[in-house]
């Protein structure tokens, strides 16, 4: 099970997008979830997470700006940013705590990521 990110792209400083992620199969249990981001040159961070129960959390730089939300029954995390900033662009992956069957019944739990989408901030 691999998780899929979509929703990327340019926008201007100010503006907002909206990125989502999903696992590529079926699932039986997503925990945690959370968005990380890379920008060129730079260590991978945490921008928020979100619990089973819907407590989050975010990065002090993007506290106010962003919000992340999910839908259980789609399995589905979303990150809404607004106010964005040119230090916003970078690579947002997700990431989750999921747990799957095979197809002998055995369970898998994993900390699956997301193949990361782009987000650039420019005028």
């Known amino acids: 099970v691999q998780l899929q990110a979509s929703g990327g792209g340019v926008v201007q400083p100010g503006g907002s997008l909206r990125v989502t992620c999903a696992p590529s199969?079926?699932?039986?249990?997503?925990?945690?979830m959370a968005w990380y981001r890379q920008a060129p040159g730079k260590q991978r961070e945490l921008v928020a997470g979100?619990?089973?129960?819907?407590?989050?959390n975010y990065a002090d730089f993007v506290q106010g700006r962003f919000t992340i939300s999910r839908d259980n029954a789609k399995n589905t995390v979303y990150l809404q940013m607004n106010s964005l900033k040119a230090e916003d662009t970078a690579v947002y992956y997700c990431?989750?705590?999921?747990?799957?069957?095979?197809?002998?019944?055995?369970?898998?739990?994993?900390?699956?990521w997301g193949q990361g989408t782009l987000v650039t901030v420019s005028s």
């Open positions: 990431n989750a705590q999921v747990l799957y069957y095979m197809d002998d019944g055995s369970p898998v739990a994993t900390n699956a």
């Open positions: 199969g079926k699932v039986s249990r997503i925990d945690d």
């Open positions: 979100i619990t089973s129960g819907g407590r989050t």
